[in-house]
C-alpha cells in the first residue's frame, strides 16, 4: 500500500531563517506530488506541482522554492522566512497515469515569529 | 489564478438537520472532488464526479455535478456530530492540477 510521511510535524522559526519541509511517498512510482499551503482558518492553496524528477511548476510568486531530488521525494525550502510563511503546509501525491484522488500528508504546521 | 469560490464559509446546524454547501468555478472543470478535513487533520477525499449532471450518494451524503461542469454541490442529509469539519471542493483544469475551494466549516449542536 501506498504512504506519505511529511515532516517535521511542527515547527517554530524566527523571521529571516531559512525553513525544509520534507515529504516522502512508498508504495508507488512517478507520482505526481503537491504542495499546499493552508492559512489559519482558510481553503488550501496550490505552491508547487511536480510531475517528474527536476520538474517543478510554481503557481504563486513567493519566497518559496521547491525541488524533486528523487521521483518519490518532494522538499519546500526558503532561504529567509516571511511572518507571512506561517500556516499549515501539506504535501500531497496523486497517481501519474489516472485522474484520480489527492493524497495528503499528515502537515507540516510553521509558525514564524 | 485558482478561482474555485465555495459557499458557505461557515454553518452552524443542530443535529439532525440538513447541510449543503456549493462550489462555484468560473471556467468548466475537467472534473470536481470533494474532501473532508476534520479539525486539526489533513484532507481526506470522498468522492470524484467526472460526468456532466452526475449524482452520487454515500449513504447521508449527495454529490451533484452541474450540467455546464462549473458548479457542484455536496448535501448531507441528517447531520451528526461526526460530520463536523471543513468541506472542501477541488476543481481540476489542467492536467492533474487541483484547485481548492476556500471550504466550508460545518459545525453540528449535539
Known amino acids: 500500500s501506498q504512504t506519505i510521511h511529511q515532516w517535521p510535524a511542527t515547527l517554530v522559526q524566527p523571521v529571516g531563517s531559512p525553513l525544509s519541509l520534507e515529504c516522502t511517498v512508498e508504495?508507488?512510482?512517478?507520482?505526481?506530488l503537491y504542495w499546499y499551503r493552508q492559512a489559519a482558518g482558510r481553503g488550501l492553496q496550490l505552491l508547487f506541482y511536480s510531475v517528474g524528477i527536476g520538474q517543478i511548476s510554481s503557481e504563486v510568486p513567493q519566497n518559496l522554492s521547491a525541488s524533486r531530488p528523487q521521483d518519490r521525494q518532494f522538499i519546500l525550502s526558503s532561504k529567509k522566512l516571511l511572518l507571512s510563511d506561517s500556516g499549515f503546509y501539506l504535501c500531497a501525491w496523486s497517481h501519474r497515469d489516472r485522474t484520480g484522488e489527492l493524497f495528503f500528508g499528515e502537515g507540516s504546521r510553521l509558525t514564524v515569529l | 489564478g485558482q478561482q474555485v469560490m465555495q459557499i458557505p464559509q461557515y454553518q452552524h446546524v443542530q443535529e439532525g438537520e440538513d447541510f449543503t454547501t456549493y462550489c462555484n468555478s468560473s471556467?468548466?472543470?475537467?472534473?470536481i472532488q470533494w474532501y473532508k478535513q476534520r479539525p486539526g487533520g489533513h484532507p481526506v477525499f470522498l468522492i470524484q464526479?467526472?460526468?456532466?449532471?452526475e449524482v452520487k450518494k454515500q449513504k447521508r451524503l449527495t454529490f451533484q455535478f452541474g450540467e455546464a461542469k462549473k458548479n457542484s454541490s455536496l448535501h448531507i442529509t441528517a447531520t451528526q456530530t461526526t460530520d463536523v469539519g471543513t468541506y472542501f471542493c477541488a476543481g481540476l483544469r489542467n492536467f492533474n492540477k487541483f484547485y481548492f475551494g476556500s471550504g466550508t466549516k460545518l459545525n453540528v449542536k449535539p
Open positions: 471556467t468548466t472543470l475537467s472534473n
Open positions: 464526479l467526472v460526468k456532466s449532471g
Open positions: 508504495g508507488t512510482s512517478n507520482p505526481n
